[in-house]
């Protein structure tokens, strides 16, 4: 994850970098936007930004999110030279 923008209506912008590529996931309070991202899943990515926390995304077979693993992430010493 490399930014999150929360706005005062309630919305949330989360940028996830994976493999190379930039993708930007939202949360709107509007419902009929249809690329929500559920704001469960949206506020607790918002909430790791600043953390060691590795982050895996799971979708269906719509490319709807469907639930997220967080974990420690365990970076050797020699990743951070």
């Known amino acids: ?36 991202f559920p704001k469960e899943l949206a506020e607790t990515l918002a909430s790791t930004l600043a953390s060691d926390i590795c982050v895996e995304i799971y979708f269906n077979d719509n490319g709807s999110p469907t639930h997220i693993e967080l ?11």
């Not at 994850?1 to 930039?22: A, C, P, Q």
């Not at 420690?72 to 951070?80: G, L, M, N, Q, W």
Request: glycine share 4%; charged share 40%.
């Open 1 to 36: 994850m490399v930014g999150v923008r929360k706005y005062t209506n309630g919305d949330i912008e989360i940028d996830f970098y994976h493999e190379d590529e930039l993708t930007e996931y939202k949360y709107s309070s509007t419902s009929n936007i249809s690329d929500n």
């Open 71 to 81: 974990e420690e992430c365990d970076y050797d010493a020699d990743d951070e030279n």
